[in-house]
């Protein structure tokens, strides 16, 4: 059964760092392309970044890049998201999801991150 | 980065249909839906323009035509509130936009 729980979210200051996870159990998360995606409050879902399977490359949406780092661990089977120099507008509910054939297929449940002083 | 562009809402009395547009996007590219409830993660509903995945009933359709992509619900179920977004990769392939989202109520 596949499932990815999020973790890590939390309260920071401005130009703080944060690290996310997210424990993936019933498949390897080497095997699929990975997504972080996000919603801020009261807004609609913004894709954040991707990692491809194996490879593995990395792609960010241009709000994020240079400050954001998406990675994942084969020996603990999770996808993580490296979040620095925060702002204000990074406050919201992330979620990792797992990618088939473009298409986010599995989501976490999410985990929160504010962003203030 | 581009964005693809909903109605805000939309809404329909019990057993109607409503129709979701989605605007914006490549000639060429694959449409998918996801439907979000308050507190939920979001749930894939429909898949390369107009495929379902296993387990989603089929009062929900998608279709696709040139740059526009469609959701139809028939038979609208109270249980049918909930917030839908059109997504696709952008023709790059190095980043995914989502619509606006479209809020559908129930009357």
């Known amino acids: 059964q596949v499932q990815l729980v999020a973790s890590g979210g939390g309260l920071v200051k401005p130009g703080g760092s944060l690290r996310l996870s997210c424990a993936a159990s019933?498949?390897?998360?080497?095997?699929?392309?990975m997504s972080w995606i996000r919603q801020a409050p009261g807004k609609g879902l913004e894709w954040v970044a991707w990692?491809?399977?194996?490879?593995?490359?990395?792609h960010y949406a241009d709000s994020v890049k240079g400050r954001f780092t998406i990675s994942w661990d084969s020996a603990d089977n999770s996808l993580y998201l490296q979040l620095n120099s925060l702002r204000a507008e990074d406050s919201a509910l992330y979620y990792c999801a797992r990618e088939y054939s473009g298409n986010f297929e599995y989501w976490g449940q999410g985990t929160l991150v504010t962003v203030s002083s | 980065q581009s964005v693809l562009t909903q109605p805000p809402s939309v809404s329909a009395a019990p057993g109607q249909k409503v129709t979701i547009s989605c605007s914006g996007t490549s000639s060429n590219s694959f449409v998918s839906w996801y439907q979000v409830f308050p507190g939920a993660a979001p749930k894939l509903l429909i898949y390369d323009n107009h495929k379902r995945p296993s387990g989603i009933p089929d009062r929900f359709s998608g279709s696709k035509s040139g740059s526009s992509a469609t959701l139809d619900i028939t038979g609208l179920q109270t249980g049918d509130g909930a917030v839908y977004y059109c997504g696709t990769w952008h023709r790059s392939l190095t980043f995914y936009v989502f619509g606006t989202g479209t809020e559908v109520t129930v009357l």
């Open positions: 019933g498949f390897s998360v080497t095997d699929y392309d």
């Open positions: 990692i491809g399977s194996s490879d593995p490359s990395t």
